[in-house]
């Protein structure tokens, strides 16, 4: 079963605006990463925060971790049709068992 | 600079032939190496990973294995193909509990 659960599991919005994603997840992690993946290709990296953070920035992206409630947020700013993708969230433990989310697709409209 | 190549990009097999997956890194030493599988419009799912040579981790006793000859290099098989096998095969490796980097992907089609 996979450890990691995104809400929504699509998200539509006008370019421009906000888009929030969250996820939820069972065990104790060392880390809860973000990766988007474009249709088709491998999955890149966005954003890793460390259990003992509670909120991390780079560019638009703002994410959150509440390590109490096991569950984290992901927010992209002043969307652009390039943020069109499917975003997952993954934890890991001690054991470097490395697992995902369903993932949530975000369609950007111009 | 770390690379990591998978190949091929697409393959198309019948069902009931052998299947061999290659991954490898270049660029760094004692990677974590990792094989998930996507279906199509889905998440993640972990396949197997390994923190050593010939250390392997199953997450799904299923109609795969896995095998890492190499420091660098990951191979997923299989014996005999079945259709369920389709689907978007990732490799990525990491260093640590830090970051992933993922291969391009193999698209399998059992037919």
């Known amino acids: 079963s996979q450890q990691g659960e995104e809400d929504p599991q699509a998200l539509s919005i006008q370019e421009g605006e906000n888009a929030t994603m969250n996820c939820s997840y069972k065990?104790?992690?060392?880390?809860l990463q973000w990766y988007r993946q474009n249709s088709g290709r491998g999955l890149v990296h966005l954003i890793l925060?460390?259990?003992?953070?509670r909120e991390k920035h780079s560019g638009r992206l703002r994410v959150t971790l509440d390590t109490s409630k096991k569950s984290s947020s992901l927010l992209i700013t002043a969307s652009r049709a390039a943020d069109t993708a499917s975003y997952f969230c993954?934890?890991?433990?001690?054991?470097?068992?490395?697992?995902f989310g369903a993932g949530t697709t975000v369609t950007v409209r111009a | 600079s770390q690379t990591i190549h998978q190949w091929p990009a697409t393959l198309v097999q019948p069902v009931g032939s052998p299947l061999s997956l290659e991954c490898t890194v270049e660029g760094t030493s004692n990677p974590n190496l990792y094989w998930y599988r996507q279906a199509a419009g889905r998440g993640l799912q972990l396949l197997f990973y390994?923190?050593?040579?010939?250390?392997i981790s199953s997450e799904v006793p299923q109609n795969l294995s896995a095998s890492r000859p190499q420091d660098r290099q990951f191979i997923l098989s299989s014996k005999k193909l079945l259709l369920s096998d389709s689907g978007f095969y990732l490799c990525a490796w990491t260093r640590g509990n830090t970051e992933a980097f993922f291969g391009q992907g193999t698209r399998l089609t059992v037919v």
């Open positions: 925060i460390r259990s003992n953070e």
């Open positions: 390994s923190v050593g040579i010939g250390q």
């Open positions: 993954a934890t890991d433990a001690s054991d470097y068992k490395l697992s």
């Open positions: 065990t104790s992690i060392n880390n």
